[in-house]
């Protein structure tokens, strides 16, 4: 994988954005490479199990660009969740583009603004869960779906509250 970085006055800056596209570019082939493998062994236990361990080795690379890109690693608040909620939706979302080319945008976009994840979670999911595939098609149109549903409650309170006007 390339790293991008500028030196700017002796500080090294980081292309959070390039770093993730070449990140996703790895999974991609990784991921392909995968495939290859598993169908050449697949009656091979033994070198089914060896990929596992390039599965974790991938999954630490994605734990030093969250580094890199300045993601916390902290706790989770759940005690039922161990993960970090934010890396978690972040490593989905890099698994997901890189299994569908749709998506590398969105996904380096929805990455990059890492702080705000929750506010476009909260646009898509139902109760306390969401869908990736979902999360990217609505980042790719802007949220429509979200600002049309938006659009018909709100819609909805008005006659409710000129019906509830009329019966006083």
């Not at 306390?128 to 049309?148: A, M, N, P, S, V």
């Amino acid at each position: 994988m390339i790293i991008s970085a500028m030196i700017i006055r002796g500080v090294t800056v980081w292309n959070g954005k390039e770093i993730l596209k070449n990140l996703i570019k790895s999974f991609s082939n990784y991921y392909e490479k995968q495939n290859s493998f598993k169908r050449v062994f697949l009656n091979e236990p033994v070198m089914s199990k060896a990929i596992e361990v390039f599965d974790t080795e991938m999954i630490e690379m994605v734990d030093y660009v969250f580094d890199l890109i300045g993601i916390p690693n902290e706790d989770s608040l759940d005690k039922y969740d161990r993960l970090n909620w934010t890396r978690d939706v972040c490593t989905n979302l890099i698994e997901k583009a890189a299994k569908n080319e749709k998506y590398i945008e969105p996904a380096i976009e929805l990455i990059s603004d890492w702080e705000k994840l929750s506010n476009y979670t909260s646009k898509v999911e139902t109760h306390t869960w969401f869908r990736y595939y979902q999360l990217l098609d609505e980042h790719i149109t802007g949220y429509k779906k979200w600002h049309e549903e938006k659009r018909e409650k709100e819609k909805g309170r008005g006659k409710v509250k000129l019906l509830s006007g009329a019966a006083y």
